[in-house]
């Protein structure tokens, strides 16, 4: 077996003089109601805000930068849902290279678009990014284009940790590090500058619970693939991780956690709504985090924001879904007198407790009703879970028969 690579904090700071003018320093931005549900200050390090909308132009451009002008004149390929397929693009039009994208079939049409738009050539194939990776290695090996991996390479960490260095600058304070993570790629460049810089430094590393191959993986000592996936969370979507990411992993990364669905889609609202920034569920794992096990995580904290690069329908799923979790939608079945007027004194009620009602539908032929009831499903828009229970408390109190 071959010796997997290294990557230390000389490479990390070589390979930021080479991202000088290419990679912007991307901001730090305080975020007072996420330092509340911490109880202590967190800020928000902005990825989204970096050049194709993520923080994957960093470890392309140093890869791509380093091939020799034999390698250059085949071309490159790389395997993405989205995110690393810009970084690549925008790599090889910056050096004159030509790119080729294999993406999963259902890939954010943004994500393509702008890949496009960089001057690559887009090719789907598969259901999942791995699928489009053994595509990209044929076509590498068919071609002699250098694949260009989305995360297990030593210039793509070292390329990566430039943004650990970064956080090191804007906030030397930290105690905590929290990172979206897929292949691992960010969070062990991250983790390797920060260790080395501040080894008292926590680094968390955080995963969709539908799409974790960290944990299994580091219990079982080596790289284990997941047989199965499902997150909205695209672009940490990955199930195995590399060789190279998985080492520095295991090396200096102190935890690895899970977040769902729920909090995802959680989180991209609140991001949204109070920190007035547009992220990717994936980009939004870190803020999920926090917002699931506040008490857990040292302060102060960074929270990654990796990549802001989503779907506007897939947005409008996510904004729908994150409201559901946070009580803000609420879906009842009320039982009401089958008689004139029944419904608009439920109606009545339920606008008295300051509920919004955005839908209503009748039910008649439901075995569990008495003969002079109809129930009624109403799907009603509150300002939260203590909003919901309270409507729910009002019309308890007024005799309903509710379920949900």
């Known amino acids: 077996m071959s010796e997997v690579p290294t990557v230390g904090l000389a490479d990390i700071e070589e390979a930021r003089r080479v991202l000088e003018g290419v990679a912007i320093r991307t901001p730090m931005e305080e975020s007072r109601w996420l330092s509340a549900v911490a109880g202590g200050p967190v800020a928000l390090k902005c990825e989204n805000l970096q050049r194709t909308g993520s923080f994957k132009p960093r470890g392309a ?34 050096l004159g290279i030509k790119a080729t994208v294999f993406m999963p079939e259902g890939a954010p049409i943004p994500k393509e678009k702008a890949t496009r738009g960089y001057g690559a050539e887009v090719i789907f194939h598969g259901r999942y990014l791995d699928d489009a990776l053994v595509e990209a290695r044929a076509f590498a090996e068919r071609t002699g284009a250098v694949l260009i991996h989305p995360f297990d390479h030593a210039d793509i960490v070292a390329g990566q940790g430039t ?34 810089l501040r080894p008292d430094v926590r680094v968390i590393g955080v995963q969709a619970s ?5 944990p299994a993986s580091l219990e079982q000592g080596h790289p284990v693939a997941l047989t199965t996936m499902k997150t909205m969370a695209d672009g940490i979507a990955v199930g195995l991780p590399g060789d190279v990411t ?11 956690i899970t977040v769902s669905e729920n909090a995802l889609s959680r989180a991209v609202l609140a991001v949204l709504e109070r920190a007035k920034m547009l992220v990717e569920p994936a980009g939004a794992a870190a803020v999920a985090a926090v917002m699931e096990a506040p008490s857990t995580f040292r302060t102060p904290a960074v929270a990654v924001l990796s990549g802001g690069n989503v779907d506007p329908l897939l ?16 879906v009842l079945r009320v039982c009401i007198p089958d008689l004139p007027g029944g419904l608009a004194r439920l109606l009545t ?26 129930e009624v499903h109403v799907q009603l828009e509150t300002r939260g879970e203590p909003h919901a229970a309270q409507v729910r408390a009002r019309l308890a109190e007024r005799g309903y028969r509710v379920g949900h």
């Not at 030397?172 to 080395?196: F, N, Q, R, S, Y």
Request: no cysteine; proline share 2%.
């Open 61 to 94: 451009y140093v890869r791509i930068s380093r091939l020799s002008a034999e390698e250059r004149a085949h071309g490159v390929v790389a395997a993405s849902a989205g995110n690393h397929a810009q970084g690549v693009a925008l790599a090889a039009q910056l």
């Open 349 to 374: 009620d339920i606008s008295e407790v300051g509920a919004n009602v955005l839908e209503v539908a009748h039910e008649r032929t439901s075995p569990s009703l008495n003969l002079d009831e109809v």
């Open 315 to 330: 947005l409008g799923k996510v904004i729908r879904h994150g409201m559901a979790a946070a009580g803000r939608y609420l």
């Open 210 to 214: 539908g799409a974790a191959a960290y």
């Open 246 to 256: 998985f080492a520095a992993v295991r090396d200096h990364v102190d935890e690895i």
């Open 163 to 196: 943004a650990g260095l970064e956080i090191l600058e804007q906030a030397p304070d930290v105690e905590t590090v929290l990172v979206p993570t897929g292949g691992g790629g960010l969070l062990a460049g991250v983790a390797i500058a920060v260790k080395a």
